[in-house]
């Protein structure tokens, strides 16, 4: 590559054909800017960790299982007396049990994993970009990565998605270290993270493989021969890895195992083949929370999860979360490509491993656009931090790649383009919050575009004053996303979809907001602090609230609050609204079920209760819904069967079971719909099911045994919320 000194990213002088550098050539601030990095990600990730209380309590439930049951432990149960899983594997569940094993149940205790994984892909991402690329280069990629606001929201939060980005980050790079000299170990530990990886959100592990295992395939420096043996090694790593638990799971008998949650046939690989796999592409998800691949208000094909389409991670709310760096990502992929494409094919040379980076990183962030994009299924804003170390990786290479080659007419040109570009998108995507900080979005307009003119000229003016120049563009660029971090940790995220950053209008990434996230379609858990509604996307229609989003005390207890009406929700105090038709069964009134997409709040009353003879009973309560029995788990520490599962669709139990539950003494409650807000029809596409509606979508189990409970039993308010004996027959 042709240099132009002085430079601030100098590519390693080492042995052709190897990415290494000796410590004598490592310059005297790369180990302290790599401590001040690695301290200041996990500085923005645990800061007021606890804020968020129990996060998602669907998972916060299945953690408080594991940590009382090795059963419960190893299959992912969603309450310790093993009736019914989550709806995915659970290793990503794994490190917060064994957390809440050692250190007691909270919210620290829970998310402090999820936090660390966030430092540890910061710095996998650094030792990746950096072994090509030096030092300042793995260091800007691994701010870019800190910084992008999804992440700071998930790695914050429990959900599965922390836990598959390390390992995806983890898959590259030992991709890239097999490539340099075609080395079989490394290779089949990129094996061994991908399957992993699927024991965390099972087949979205697979959507980088063909890019990688096509890139080993062509450029590998040895013999075809030997390169297609190594992937066949790498495919074997990854069976065993991924696939140890999947026949542990499906030899075992049934009848002594949790039936496993979001399928319709008791068994995973229905979960992974479907609702989890092929149904998230098309959008035929049986007993999903858009009813099963039914057209919905986003249209363009992406039914009642916004419209598809090659700018949708571009569009409304989506853009704030993923998308601030991702056209200079596109642009210094092509300009990476063009200057390294002289190499080559084999990766032996400095050139060739540095278009292998390019390769890798960027074949893993299209193929991975091309996905979110154009999925049918279930989608959520907080999917796309899967894409953020690949951008970031990008950023920091072609930044890399064009300074060193600045000397040019055509890079210096680019870059200073990238940078201008990158400001004018800044301004757009700070610009769709309203009222958000105007002052910082013509900050960065202006000076960006200031810094991009300035920029070719820089070096002229000396050494001191082009570093000044060059700081000034990072931090232009910087700007915004950092600004949406910064209310991304301020604020409190609870609920099962959650988004980063403050309020947009315009959100269409599916019904994104539902709960727990300002932007998106909207609904309650965007008015936990007031605001005024907008036009959603809700299904069944409805508007749902734009306000700032707000939290869920520790103890997973919902804030009071009231209901929507008809089709328009207004934020009221504290409370949560309802979400258009069927609103105030997601609102969550005093005392009773949350709802589907959060929790229920529980009052001391309803603890007492489930507490009481406790381990007296396999299972404290039933209630319909794993949200709903989540919360009431978690406030009484004892086990509390959610019938039917997340959506309260699952035929699990069936009426037979129960009954046979209740005649054996094995569940002491059923937990009933509030009496302060009662339940309501409608709620979701297909019917709802939840807050003691009328079944979950996709069957009518939940409505059965509601049903022949409230026939059969005595029933007693209990802090707000109806409680049903099971030991106290009215006949």
Not at 7 to 29: H, I, K, N, Q, Y
Not at 453 to 470: E, I, M, S, Y
Request: aromatic letters at 10%; one cysteine or more.
């Amino acid at each position: 590559m042709t240099t132009a000194a002085p430079s601030l990213f100098p590519v390693p002088e080492a042995r052709a054909g190897t990415g290494r550098r000796a410590a004598a050539d490592r310059p005297r601030w790369e180990l302290p800017a790599l401590a001040g990095l690695l301290i200041a990600t996990a500085a923005l990730l645990l800061w007021d960790l606890g804020s968020s209380g129990y996060a998602n309590s669907f998972y916060s439930a299945a953690v408080q299982a594991g940590s009382e049951s090795w059963k419960a432990f190893f299959f992912g149960s969603s309450d310790a007396g093993n009736s019914i899983t989550v709806d995915k594997p659970p290793a990503a569940l794994w490190p917060m049990m064994l957390s809440v094993r050692l250190f007691g149940l909270g919210a620290w205790q829970i998310l402090v994993p999820q936090a660390l994984m966030g430092v540890a892909t910061t710095g996998v991402l650094y030792a990746a970009v950096r072994r090509q690329f030096g030092p300042a280069a793995g260091l800007l990629s691994g701010a870019a990565f800190a910084l992008t606001p999804v992440a700071a929201l998930m790695f914050r939060f429990n959900n599965p998605d922390a836990l598959l980005t390390l390992l995806l980050t983890v898959t590259v790079y030992c991709v890239l270290r097999a490539l340099d000299g075609a080395r079989t170990q490394w290779l089949v530990w990129a094996g061994v993270a991908v399957g992993f990886a699927f024991l965390t959100k099972t087949l979205q592990a697979f959507v980088i493989l063909p890019p990688l295992a096509l890139l080993y395939a062509v450029c590998a420096p040895t013999r075809l021969r030997k390169r297609l043996g190594q992937l066949l090694l790498a495919g074997l790593a990854m069976v065993v890895a991924g696939g140890w638990w999947v026949a542990v799971v499906e030899l075992w008998p049934a009848s002594s195992r949790p039936y496993i949650g979001g399928s319709q046939n008791n068994s995973f690989l229905e979960l992974t083949l479907g609702y989890n796999g092929l149904g998230r592409i098309n959008g035929n998800e049986t007993g999903s929370v858009g009813g099963g691949g039914r057209g919905g208000a986003g249209g363009g094909g992406g039914g009642g999860w916004g419209e598809t389409g090659i700018d949708r991670l571009f569009s409304g709310n989506i853009g704030g979360q993923i998308a601030w760096l991702l056209p200079a990502a596109l642009v210094l992929l092509v300009a990476g490509l063009v200057i390294t494409w002289r190499a080559r094919r084999a990766t032996d040379s400095l050139e060739g491993m540095a278009r292998a980076a390019f390769l890798a990183w960027g074949g893993s962030m299209l193929i991975t656009v091309a996905v979110f994009s154009y999925m049918q299924g279930i989608f959520h804003e907080y999917y796309t931090v899967a894409l953020a170390p690949f951008v970031a990786a990008l950023i920091g290479m072609g930044v890399a790649v064009l300074w060193e080659e600045r000397g040019g007419k055509a890079a210096a040109l680019t870059l200073s383009g990238t940078l201008a570009l990158t400001a004018v998108w800044s301004y757009v995507l700070l610009g769709r919050a309203t009222g958000y900080l105007p002052w910082l979005r013509w900050a960065v307009l202006v000076g960006g575009l200031l810094v991009a003119v300035a920029l070719p000229f820089a070096a002229r003016a000396g050494r001191r004053a082009l570093q000044a120049t060059a700081a000034l563009g990072v931090a232009a660029a910087l700007a915004g996303p950092f600004s949406y971090c910064l209310t991304t940790v301020s604020t409190a995220h609870t609920g099962s979809i959650v988004t980063a950053g403050p309020a947009v209008a315009g959100g269409r990434g599916g019904p994104g907001g539902m709960m727990g996230g300002p932007g998106g379609f909207g609904g309650p858990g965007e008015m936990l602090q007031g605001g005024q509604g907008r036009q959603g996307g809700m299904p069944n229609g409805g508007r749902a609230g734009a306000g700032q989003q707000g939290g869920m005390p520790p103890q997973g207890a919902m804030p009071q609050g009231g209901m929507a009406q008809g089709g328009t929700s207004q934020g009221q105090g504290q409370g949560g609204a309802g979400a258009g038709r069927g609103g105030e069964r997601f609102g969550g009134g005093q005392g009773g079920p949350g709802g589907l997409l959060n929790g229920a709040r529980v009052s001391a009353e309803a603890k007492k209760a489930l507490t009481t003879d406790a381990d007296e009973y396999t299972w404290a309560a039933a209630a319909i819904g794993a949200q709903n029995a989540a919360s009431y788990q978690l406030a009484s520490e004892a086990p509390v069967m959610p019938i039917g599962g997340f959506n309260g669709s699952d035929p699990s139990p069936t009426l037979e079971q129960f009954q046979k539950y209740v005649r054996d003494g094995k569940i002491h409650w059923f937990i009933g719909q509030s009496t302060t807000t009662g339940g309501a029809e409608g709620g979701m596409p297909g019917g709802g099911g939840q807050g003691g509606g009328r079944g979950g979508p996709g069957g009518g189990t939940s409505t059965d045994i509601e049903t022949w409970v409230k026939a059969t039993f005595k029933a007693s308010t209990v802090g707000g919320a109806t409680f049903y004996d099971l030991t106290a027959p009215t006949a």
